[in-house]
């Protein structure tokens, strides 16, 4: 922490003034609002910023103190990161039914120790949104919206595209994952009443360190109705040099690797939440969704698929809800000269959405892995949040790569890969995660957890027949205006 005391000093006086100095910002917003000019022309501005303290022990279940002990990584760390993002939007209604916008931000991180990634005092300064688009017409008679630049982009659940751009590393603040907007777009979109179709192009803001040059093109096309949707949506990477990871003939013996495996790859996939007894149960809803994947190329065949099933008691006292989600993901046949890895993408990774886990999501990308998870929430108060999750993981081919991908990756020691290459009991982990939020303000939010992963038969016997539980917690707060 002694190394860059300056820069963290400001970054972290920074976000404090933001949360005061923010209010006063929307109130001029506010004002600004009422003058007769606001028919014409709407400017917002915007402010995040977080401060998170984390603590590990027994990282990764302290498999580099066993592979690789001279490697120097701490399984026991500390660390505390930060960002503040302001922003502006701009909005010109040029006619009754023409909207002219744009939009531009940037995110300033940093984080002070070791993370959890070996990765020590880090921080960064580039920038997040800048866009500028147009909208013509309305959703009642059809809505056209065309976009371009730095933006974000979500489709559908957030399977595999969701999240734009590359946190931790360099560029720090791990966790809190600031960086969400892709670094190039394209994107046209036409709504009517409860249908929207979207055509784009992608380009990920990814790490200087580890830039695939990924570009990705597609469409997909969604149904709204009731608080019900179904949707689809494919995928065409049109450049890529990022590598695939492909098992050993048999699972003996290193994977091989494919240089620019990614490069063509088509995905098609469909997502869909409902609740089909809105009558009788209306707090009971089930989602799907799936998704297969090819490319001639390389003879490439993989799928995933996800089903939730849950209930929420919303007119009863701290409002429960109780869901159980189970996913998988195809992992590389070693028995076979065909390819059935699954890309994951960009996918949104946290604990609430597509987190294979709560720690063991840090390690296993969603790829040659499947889950249970059964997730209970309840409200003590309107300000008051629990959330409880616990997850079983296991592989779904043995001796066959699990961790390898997008951004994604684990770069403590080139010798963990003997353990992520493949493991021969499918039993992975097991993670129990519970989350406490208290909303101080409407913008400005507390929450604090712990977590713990128990390593499975998989990664015992990798290391050697006994591995501790991995443990950890934090405590951050959130500023959104």
């Known amino acids: 922490m002694a190394r860059r005391p300056a820069k963290s000093g400001v970054l972290i006086s920074a976000f404090a003034l933001g949360v005061v100095a923010a209010p006063a910002a929307m109130a001029q917003e506010v004002t600004q609002a009422g003058d007769s000019r606001s028919e014409e022309l709407d400017v917002k501005v915007t402010f995040e910023g977080g401060l998170n303290a984390v603590a590990e022990e027994n990282l990764f279940w302290n498999l580099a103190e066993i592979f690789a002990p001279t490697a120097d990584f701490n399984s026991d760390t500390q660390w505390l990161e930060a960002y503040i993002k302001p922003g502006i939007v701009i909005e010109s209604h040029v006619s009754s039914s023409a909207t002219v916008y744009a939009g531009g931000s940037f995110v300033a991180s940093m984080t002070t120790g070791q993370d959890g990634l070996g990765q020590s005092n880090n921080n960064r300064l580039t920038s997040e949104e800048a866009y500028i688009g147009l909208r013509i017409g309305s959703r009642e008679t059809g809505e056209l919206d065309l976009s371009i630049g730095a933006q974000t982009l979500k489709l559908g659940t957030g399977m ?28 046209a979109k036409f709504s009517l009443d409860g249908l929207t179709a979207r055509a784009f ?18 469409g ?15 995928v065409n990477l049109i450049e890529s040099g990022a590598p695939y990871p492909q098992a050993a003939p048999g699972g003996f013996g290193p994977p091989a690797f494919l240089n620019g495996g990614r490069d063509g790859l088509n ?3 469909f997502y869909g939440r409902v609740h089909p007894l809105k009558g009788a149960v209306p707090g009971l809803y089930v989602a799907l969704d799936g998704a297969y994947q090819w490319n001639e190329r390389i003879d490439l065949d993989a799928w995933a698929g996800r089903i939730q099933l849950g209930h929420a008691w919303n007119n009863k006292p701290w409002r429960p809800e109780v869901f159980y989600t189970y996913q998988t993901f195809s992992g590389d046949d070693p028995n076979t000269t065909k390819l059935e890895r699954f890309d994951p993408l960009n996918y949104e990774g946290s604990p609430a959405s597509w987190a294979t886990g709560s720690k063991s999501a840090l390690v296993f990308i969603n790829s040659n892995v499947q889950s249970h998870q ?11 949040f629990v959330t409880l999750r616990t997850a079983h993981i296991r592989v779904n081919e043995l001796r066959s790569p699990i961790q390898f991908g997008q951004a994604t990756r684990l770069d403590l020691t080139d010798d963990l890969g003997s353990v992520v290459a493949g493991v021969t009991d499918p039993h992975l982990s097991d993670d129990v995660f519970i989350e406490y939020t208290r909303v101080l303000t409407p913008n400005i939010f507390l929450t604090g957890g712990f977590s713990v992963s128990v390593p499975g038969d998989g990664i015992r016997i990798a290391a050697g027949g006994s591995a501790p539980a991995w443990t950890g917690g934090f405590v951050n707060i959130v500023v959104n205006y």
């Not at 997909?220 to 494919?234: N, P, S």
């Not at 059964?374 to 008051?384: A, V």
């Open 267 to 269: 995905s098609l996939s």
């Open 220 to 234: 997909d096309l969604r149904y709204d109705w009731d608080g019900d949707f179904i949707g689809a949506t494919y």
């Open 160 to 187: 595999q595209i969701a999240n734009g751009a590359s946190n931790g590393f360099e560029r720090g603040a791990v966790k809190l994952g600031p960086r969400k907007a892709w670094e190039r777009t394209a994107i």
């Open 374 to 384: 059964l997730t209970f929430k309840m409200m003590p108060s309107p300000r008051d």
């Open 201 to 218: 192009y992608l380009d990920p803001n990814e790490l200087a360190s580890n830039d695939t040059g990924t570009e990705i093109v597609g």
